[in-house]
Nanobody
Framework: QVQLVESGGGLVQAGGSLRLSCAAS????????MGWYRQAPGKQRELVAS???????NYADSVKGRFTISRDNAKITVNLQMNSLKPEDTAVYYC???????????????WGQGTQVTVSS
């Protein structure tokens, strides 16, 4: 069973930094785009940042210049460095990966369990 395990959330003051990490278990054929989404109370889940297997990145406008996504293909991990955090960044952050479990399988989304990030003003 493919699993994505997140770590690194917590409570931080505005202007501070946090680093989120996500590790994918082994046991699949291939993994393509990995990314981070977030969901604040009463809001829809939204893309924060994504990165392809070749390193192409994409960021939500609200986090450009403050957040940096990176991945290690050998370790099957994706990280999100969050700087200059704002109270509006408060949300549950979810790791996401586009995975093919078998060579005959179609790619589909896998999700982590979520990690809380709270930014106090």
């Amino acid at each position: 069973q493919v699993q994505l395990v997140e770590s690194g959330g917590g409570l931080v003051q505005a202007g501070g930094s946090l680093r989120l990490s996500c590790a994918a278990s082994k046991g699949f054929f291939s993994i393509r785009t990995m990314g981070w989404y977030r969901q604040a109370p009463g809001k829809q889940r939204e893309l924060v940042a994504s990165i392809t297997s070749s390193g192409t990145t994409n960021y939500a406008d609200s986090v450009k210049g403050r957040f940096t996504i990176s991945r290690d293909n050998a370790k099957i991990t994706v990280n999100l460095q969050m700087n200059s955090l704002k109270p509006e960044d408060t949300a549950v952050y979810y790791c996401n990966a586009d995975i093919r479990r078998y060579n005959y399988d179609s790619p589909r989304d896998f999700w982590g369990q979520g990690t809380q990030v709270t930014v106090s003003s």
